[in-house]
């Protein structure tokens, strides 16, 4: 099992039980996997149809999910962005700031970080959002 | 020079409070090291052979005095009483204890440095010209730049998790004292048409497979350097090599892909990012350029002076032309005979921090070459300069000569080195002690590695030393030709290694070799070398020794 | 005789100081003629176990060579010997200490 936290907390998860398909097979559902070396612009067929994108994350010094999740936003994915997998609390921030909508981890690492580490994790400081405040 | 806003230091003290909780954790026993290691990688602190090492940057190389004070109180205080000056305008403190690094990281908070992305796969401390804003001929001061994309690049959420880490410099004429051309991303500041923009290279390094960097766009106009910054790391986040660590910088992407193609998608990137990414805020613009407008120079004119030989020795050597024609740039030289290059002691600190207070509008540089510079002398200030200088052993009238060497720590103090540089550097200061020797051999730059990562710039040495680890005993290969300026070159191996007590003599042969063979003594080691080739050179360092052994 | 040739310790960094450290049964040194040998592989596989059994003591642990004298360990490969004595442009680390 694994738990979806936002920048609420711990919550449930609203797509549970649902099938994700892969980018390459995808027709039609309601989520889709992007695989983090596929190209964000053949998604783009899909952004109507795809409730979710959820965007693996293998290892935690993998970061290529963070540069999808912003190319996906660039294109005009206006749907939910999930990052799945090993996303460590030091992340979270990141995550969200770069637009995704929520982090999915297992439980085992839910159990080494519970929730009151996520929720301390500060969103509000950053030189980006200053530095490109009109 | 740039004063911090309420944000940055905000932000800064947040970083302290946030690595404060993670180093009691680790010492109470809640994180393990692998779950430490990563967080105080990105506040600068390794570990190193013999103890810690914190790595404390100082952005595009500028300090004031007030900051030069506090590194000699730190150095003082939780060192052991020195600094060390490194290739990429950081000073690494070499003995540190974990429990301190929080208060040294609050001292530092104090004068407006910090120790933030100095390690780790992210976007490095952004360096410059360390004569920026002095020297003539500027487009602009590359250091207006090089604070802009501190900025943009401190924490970042899109790149904090890079393949590898990822070095950017910026120069703002067509003189290149920064190597330019061995960075990730380099950055010239240039004018076309009367609207300033910038020349972007990428693919540059050295280490393991040295490149030098394409020119990737022309011009590029001013607004749009941080769309295009991102579209440049986004296209290497997303294709850059993760399965090799030695195949993952940007160089081997760029090689393996193809300029063009890889050209084709960061323009792609770009014009995506241009749509979205907003301009610049110009009150952050604003605050920025007000950290950079030129002192209010001395418009006193020169007088004549009179100089002692010493003094016009080290005018030889260690002072440059500033743009304004009474004033002048000193480089004070961290290389005296038998020292080890980069290191300075918290006194010689504290004198550097009074010189710059006094005679140089606060203004201190710390150059890749492991110098420090006083940035804007007026000329009449010259003899009491020198004479403080050679008060505090500072005086050493050798840049840009055989001994001005840049060494890496070495097998010394880094735990990453396969054999030991500083020793070498300190042999060859001493084997050419004699200044005058020094001067009639002329221009000539000394880099020695001790590891293939090379740190210490070996590939771009007119003479490149690289030692390595063969069979359990120290093996020092040797390169020729390297430049690591404009006119960007790797140099060239001889051929097989010496010895650790081999390489000096080795190293002297090069230079009895080069005696021998200029024209006149205006041709440099390096003139010679591109007019003869490496055969000469290769004769005297194998020859002569077989013959010996024979 | 392979076996009787191998000759091991155990080594780390001190978690707060950063120093170099050796393990002797249970506890750990400074200073390597102290330190325990192992002489078998099998001798070496528990020595690391033990030794391993203080993460917040210590910042990673490997066993490295050494050669014994009179029955005292000392270093075979260069790094080995540079971090029993500290750097050699300054006399700081544990060449100093042991004065």
Same mark, same amino acid.
């Given at each position: 099992m694994t738990q979806v936290i936002d920048r609420t907390g711990f919550i449930a998860d609203a797509w549970a039980g649902v099938e994700a398909a892969d980018l390459s097979e995808y027709a039609g559902g309601a989520v889709l996997l992007m695989p983090v070396d596929a190209a964000p612009e053949d998604a783009v067929a899909f952004f109507e149809a795809a409730q979710m994108i959820v965007i693996p994350f293998a290892s935690s010094a993998d970061g290529r999910g963070f540069s999808i999740a912003a190319a996906l936003r660039g294109l005009g994915y206006r749907g939910h962005l999930r990052a799945r997998g090993h996303v460590l609390v030091d992340q979270f921030r990141a995550a969200l700031r770069q637009g995704f909508d929520d982090v999915e981890i297992s439980d085992e690492q839910a159990a080494r970080n519970p929730e009151a580490q996520w929720r301390t994790v500060a969103l509000d400081l950053s030189y980006q959002s200053r530095l490109f405040a009109a | 020079m740039y004063k911090y806003t309420e944000f940055d230091s905000a932000f800064v003290r947040a970083r302290i409070a946030e690595f404060r909780s993670q180093v009691e954790r680790r010492i109470e026993g809640g994180l393990t090291e692998d779950e430490f290691k990563p967080l105080r990688l990105m506040n600068g602190l390794y570990l190193q052979l013999h103890a810690y090492m914190l790595r404390v940057a100082i952005p595009y190389g500028t300090l004031n005095s007030a900051q030069m004070r506090q590194l000699a109180m730190i150095a003082e205080r939780w060192d052991k009483g020195y600094g060390h000056f490194t290739t990429r305008q950081n000073i690494q403190f070499n003995w540190p204890k974990l429990a301190d690094v929080p208060d040294i990281l609050e001292a530092l908070a104090d004068v407006e440095m910090h120790a933030i992305q100095t390690s780790g796969n992210c976007i490095r401390n952004v360096t410059a010209d360390h004569f920026a804003g002095a020297? &003539? /001929? *500027?487009? *602009? +001061?590359p250091r207006l730049t090089a604070e802009l994309i501190r900025q943009w690049s401190t924490d970042h959420p899109e790149f904090a998790y890079l393949p590898r880490k990822f070095k950017v410099a910026v120069i703002g004429s067509d003189a290149d004292r920064a190597v330019l051309r061995f960075h990730d991303i380099g950055l010239q500041v240039v004018r076309e048409g009367g609207e300033i923009g910038y020349r972007v290279v990428i693919g540059g390094g050295l280490g393991r497979t040295p490149m030098i960097g394409k020119v990737v766009r022309e011009f590029l106009p001013k607004r749009d350097l941080l769309a295009y910054l991102e579209a440049i790391l986004r296209t290497y986040n997303m294709? /850059? @090599? @993760? +399965?090799n660590k030695y195949k993952a910088r940007i160089k081997i992407l760029v090689h393996e892909t193809g300029l063009e193609v890889l050209k084709d998608r960061i323009e792609a990137h770009f014009e995506a990012q241009k749509r979205v990414l907003p301009d610049v805020n110009p009150a952050v613009r604003a605050r920025i350029a007000e950290g950079f407008v030129a002192p209010a120079l001395s418009e006193r004119p020169a007088a004549a002076l009179s100089m002692s030989p010493a003094l016009r020795a080290f005018v030889d050597t260690n002072v440059t032309a500033h743009r304004d024609a009474n004033h002048v740039i000193v480089t004070v030289s961290t290389k005296g005979i038998g020292t080890t290059p980069g290191d300075v002691s918290a006194a010689q600190m504290r004198v550097l921090a009074d010189l710059a207070e006094r005679y140089s509008h606060d203004e201190l540089r710390i150059s890749h070459e492991q110098n420090v510079i006083l940035p804007h002398v007026h000329r009449d200030d010259l003899p009491a300069v020198h004479a403080a200088l050679l008060a505090a052993d500072l005086a050493t009238a050798n840049i840009g000569l055989i001994s001005d060497i840049i060494a890496c720590p070495g097998m010394d103090y880094c735990a990453? &080195?396969?054999? @030991?540089s500083i020793p070498i550097a300190q042999q060859i200061g001493e084997a050419f002690a004699d200044l005058d020797a020094q001067h009639d051999i002329g221009p000539l730059k000394i880099k020695i590695s001790g590891c293939i990562n090379a740190c210490g710039h070996h590939h771009v040495g007119h003479i490149g030393i690289l030692g390595l680890d063969r069979a359990g005993v120290e093996n020092y290969q040797l390169t020729l030709g390297g430049d690591g300026t404009q006119e960007a070159t790797l140099g060239t191996r001889t051929g097989p290694g010496f010895s650790y007590s081999e390489i000096v003599p080795a190293v002297e042969r090069l230079i009895e070799a080069y005696l021998d063979l200029r024209q006149s003594r205006e041709e440099s080691f390096l003139d010679a070398y591109r007019r003869v080739g490496i055969a000469p050179f290769k004769a005297a360092l194998y020859e002569d020794r077989d013959a010996k052994a024979a | 005789m392979a076996a009787e040739a191998l000759a091991k310790v155990a080594t780390s960094n001190h978690l707060i100081e950063g120093d170099v450290i050796y393990f002797a049964h249970g506890v750990w040194l400074r200073d390597l003629a102290r330190a325990e040998v192992a002489r078998t592989p099998e001798e070496a596989d528990d020595l690391l176990r033990r030794a391993r059994a203080f993460p917040h003591e210590t910042v990673g642990v490997e066993l490295v060579d050494v050669a014994l004298e009179a029955g005292v360990p000392r270093p075979v490969h260069f790094r080995e010997a540079f971090r029993t004595r500290g750097p050699s442009n300054y006399f700081h680390g544990k060449q100093a200490d042991h004065v």
């Open positions: - | 020297v &003539a /001929g *500027e487009v *602009e +001061d294709s /850059g @090599r @993760r +399965d990453l &080195a396969t054999a @030991r | -």
